[in-house]
């Protein structure tokens, strides 16, 4: 069966892809089967990848709506924009929960120019200069241009010394972040020039995807309990991490709700912090 892809491209379709992004998210091979066996009658010749994934992702939340959190994983990121803002304060809030410290928003005086830095990671005797370019378009890919660019920056800031973390410290090294995905090329531009790049596929084994999955660090965006006017006050009150949601449940307030409908999104953010998956 012919299908077309996000890029509105024609490909076949390959039902053990669907099965690996199911079983990637948790799903038993029980309901992997159910689900597939629902949706195929409506998959359909010239069916869209995005409407297989919606089908797929209504079938899931009947199984568990943490199962169909994870499965949205990627949605869940786009909907850290339009802007971005929230996808760099998402990002700082994983470089803490996997043992840096972080700053954003800060005023760096380079050697020709004043730049606006995204993150500033810390850990052991490196500085991170990490920027971050959110894409609206999940399959967007990041030119190479953008590593050349932050390459630049990162040698305009090179060689001194910053009030950072309360010392006085250098960059090091620098990170290339996005939700979406990396063209060859820049692939090949970072791993010549040490610049490290992360991106929804890129490290193979340890990509955005596998990143969050292991270490449960999952945005609020994700929560299948929540509509979009919800996850978006929880933004506003620096709220990011499912985690900080369900370590801070008073966050809940903000919402208006009754006492069932808060259990029901903390049942649903307990399921995603318990289960980790490997890849």
């Known amino acids: ?69 994870r499965y949205s994983l990627k949605k ?36 020709a120019v004043t730049h606006e830095a995204d993150v500033i990671a810390k850990k052991d005797e490196k500085t991170y200069w990490v920027e971050c370019k959110f894409r609206n378009a999940e399959d967007t890919k990041i030119s190479v241009t953008t590593p050349m660019y932050v390459l630049s920056r990162i040698k305009d800031i090179s ?25 060859k090329d820049s692939v090949a531009f970072g791993e010549y020039y040490g610049l490290r790049l992360l991106s929804w596929d890129y490290p193979k084994d340890k990509n955005i995807k596998s990143l969050v999955d292991q270490n449960a660090l999952y945005p609020v965006t994700c929560l299948t309990t929540l509509d979009g006017k919800q996850k978006q006050k929880l933004l506003e009150k620096k ?16 919402l208006n709700l009754d006492e069932a409908r808060k259990s029901e999104i903390l049942k649903e953010a307990k399921e995603l912090l318990v289960i980790k998956i490997s890849e």
């Not at 990002?91 to 800060?106: D, L, P, S």
């Not at 309360?166 to 990396?182: A, M």
């Open 1 to 69: 069966m012919k299908i077309k892809n996000n890029a509105g491209e024609i490909v076949e379709f390959e039902i053990s892809k669907l099965e690996n992004s199911l079983q990637n998210s948790g799903a038993d091979e029980n309901s992997i089967k159910k689900v597939i066996d629902n949706i195929l009658p409506n998959c359909i010749e010239g069916v869209t990848t995005r409407e297989i994934y919606k089908l797929a992702f209504d079938e899931l939340k009947k199984v568990s709506n943490s199962v169909a959190a």
């Open 76 to 111: 869940a990121l786009l909907e850290l924009g339009p802007a971005g803002f929230y996808f760099e304060q998402w990002i700082a809030r994983v470089f803490q929960n996997i043992g840096y410290k972080t700053e954003t928003g800060q005023l760096i005086k380079g050697h």
């Open 159 to 183: 060689e001194i010394k910053y009030n950072l973390f309360g010392t006085q410290t250098e960059f090091t090294d620098g990170w290339l972040i996005t939700n979406t995905y990396f063209t």
């Open 239 to 254: 709220c990011v991490l499912v985690k900080e949601l369900f370590n801070n449940q008073n966050l809940l307030d903000v």
